[in-house]
Nanobody
C-alpha cells in the first residue's frame, strides 16, 4: 500500500486557480514516479500529469498542458498540482498517484498504478 493523501479540492469559478497538495512517505517520494489522475462524473479515470522521482522531468495531458503545473517539495515529501485557468471540464475527483516504474514508462503508458482517496474539484461556469 502506497500512502498518498490529497488535499485542496473545492468549488471554484471558471478561470480561477487552485492548488492541490499530496503527502506521501519518504520511500514513495524518492523511488516512485509521481503524478495526478482525475475522474470526471460518468467517465473513466484519466491521466493528468507525471513528475519524475528526481523532479526534473514532467509530462502533462494535452487537455491541461500550459494550465497545470506539477511540482515537488523534497524537504516536505509533498507534491503539488497548480491548476490555473480552470474550466468546467476540469471538474472531477483528483487523485494523487505514484508508480514504481521509471518516468519514461509512465510517460509512454500515461498511467500510474497507485492512487489516494481523491479530492473533489468543481469548476462552475
Amino acid at each position: 500500500q502506497v500512502p498518498l493523501l490529497e488535499s485542496g479540492g473545492r468549488s471554484v469559478q471558471t478561470g480561477e486557480s487552485l492548488k492541490l497538495s499530496c503527502a506521501t512517505s519518504r520511500r514513495t517520494f524518492t523511488d516512485y514516479t509521481m503524478g495526478w489522475l482525475r475522474q470526471a462524473p460518468g467517465k473513466e479515470r484519466e491521466f493528468v500529469a507525471a513528475i519524475s522521482s528526481s523532479g526534473d522531468r514532467f509530462y502533462y495531458a494535452d487537455s491541461v498542458k500550459g494550465r497545470f503545473t506539477a511540482s515537488r517539495d523534497n524537504a516536505k515529501l509533498m507534491q503539488y498540482l497548480q491548476m490555473n485557468s480552470l474550466k468546467p471540464e476540469d471538474t472531477g475527483v483528483y487523485y494523487c498517484a505514484a508508480d514504481p516504474r521509471d518516468f519514461t514508462l509512465v510517460q509512454a503508458t500515461r498511467s500510474l498504478s497507485s492512487w489516494g482517496q481523491g479530492t473533489q474539484v468543481t469548476v462552475s461556469s
